[in-house]
T-cell receptor, first 117, second 115 residues
Framework: AQKITQTQPGMFVQEKEAVTLDCTYD???????LFWYKQPSSGEMIFLIY??????QNATEGRYSLNFQKARKSANLVISASQLGDSAMYFC??????????????FGTGTRLQVTL | DAGVIQSPRHEVTEMGQEVTLRCKPI?????LFWYRQTMMRGLELLIY????????DSGMPEDRFSAKMPNASFSTLKIQPSEPRDSAVYFC?????????????FGSGTRLTVV
C-alpha cells in the first residue's frame, strides 16, 4: 500500500486565488511527521511546512497552511493568494518514528501546480 | 550555513564510464541520504548514513552503485559502469536527527545524463 498518496497529478489556479493540494497517508505509527516540499522548474527541493502527529493546531508558514485531519489521515496543503512563482511541483512526505534506526522520508508522487494570470 | 552542497550540477557521460557524485552535508547533521528522481519512479531512497556509517543500502539498484562517507563532511555516490537507464537527478539530503519531526535539507541535485 502507498504510504503517501497525492491524487492530483496537476492543478491550475488563478493568481491571487487559494488552492488546496491533497495528500493522504497511511501509517500505524502514532508518532510521525508530515512535510511538504516544493520543487520549481530549477529542480531544487524546498521545504515548505511541517506538521507533527501530536500537534493540536494546524501548521502555518506565511501563505502556506496545512489542513491536518488526523482521523482521515489527510494533510492537505493550502496556498493562499497564489503567485506566479508558486508554479512548481509539490511533494507531500512522511517520516515515521518506527522505521528502523532512522526514520526515512517517504514521498508521494507529487502535484504539479500551475498558476495562471 | 551554506546548506547541502552537491557537485557537479550537471554531468553528461558516455555509457560504460565511471561517474562520481559528491555531497557535503550541513555541518552537525548526523544523517545523510542519497535519493534518485526519475519521471517513472519518482523519488527513491538509495542509501543513507548515520554518523558516516551506511545504515540501509537496500535502495541501491545494483552492484554498479556504491556510496561512501569517509568523514562527516563528505559523501560520494559512484556508478561504475554507467548505463543510460541511470540518467536521473540525484539528490543528497541531510538531517539533524533521525526522528520523525525533522525534515531533510536537500542539495540542489546532480542531473546525470548517460548517453
Amino acid at each position: 500500500a502507498q504510504k503517501i498518496t497525492q491524487t492530483q497529478p496537476g492543478m491550475f489556479v488563478q493568481e491571487k486565488e487559494a488552492v488546496t493540494l491533497d495528500c493522504t497517508y497511511d501509517t500505524s505509527d502514532p508518532s510521525y511527521g508530515l512535510f511538504w516540499y516544493k520543487q520549481p522548474s530549477s529542480g531544487e527541493m524546498i521545504f515548505l511546512i511541517y506538521q507533527g502527529s501530536y500537534d493540536q493546531q494546524n501548521a502555518t508558514e506565511g501563505r502556506y497552511s496545512l489542513n491536518f485531519q488526523k482521523a482521515r489521515k489527510s494533510a492537505n496543503l493550502v496556498i493562499s493568494a497564489s503567485q506566479l512563482g508558486d508554479s512548481a511541483m509539490y511533494f507531500c512526505a512522511m517520516r515515521e518514528a518506527n522505521t528502523g534506526t532512522a526514520s526515512k522520508l517517504t514521498f508521494g508522487t507529487g502535484t504539479r501546480l500551475q498558476v495562471t494570470l | 550555513d551554506a546548506g547541502v552542497i552537491q557537485s557537479p550540477r550537471h554531468e553528461v557521460t558516455e555509457m560504460g564510464q565511471e561517474v562520481t557524485l559528491r555531497c557535503k552535508p550541513i555541518s552537525g547533521h548526523d544523517y545523510l541520504f542519497w535519493y534518485r528522481q526519475t519521471m517513472m519512479r519518482g523519488l527513491e531512497l538509495l542509501i543513507y548514513f548515520n554518523n558516516n556509517v551506511p545504515i540501509d543500502d537496500s535502495g541501491m539498484p545494483e552492484d554498479r552503485f556504491s556510496a561512501k562517507m569517509p568523514n562527516a563532511s563528505f559523501s560520494t555516490l559512484k556508478i561504475q559502469p554507467s548505463e543510460p537507464r541511470d540518467s536521473a537527478v540525484y539528490f543528497c539530503a541531510s538531517s539533524l536527527t533521525g526522528g520523525p519531526h525533522y525534515g531533510y535539507t536537500f542539495g540542489s541535485g546532480t542531473r546525470l545524463t548517460v548517453v
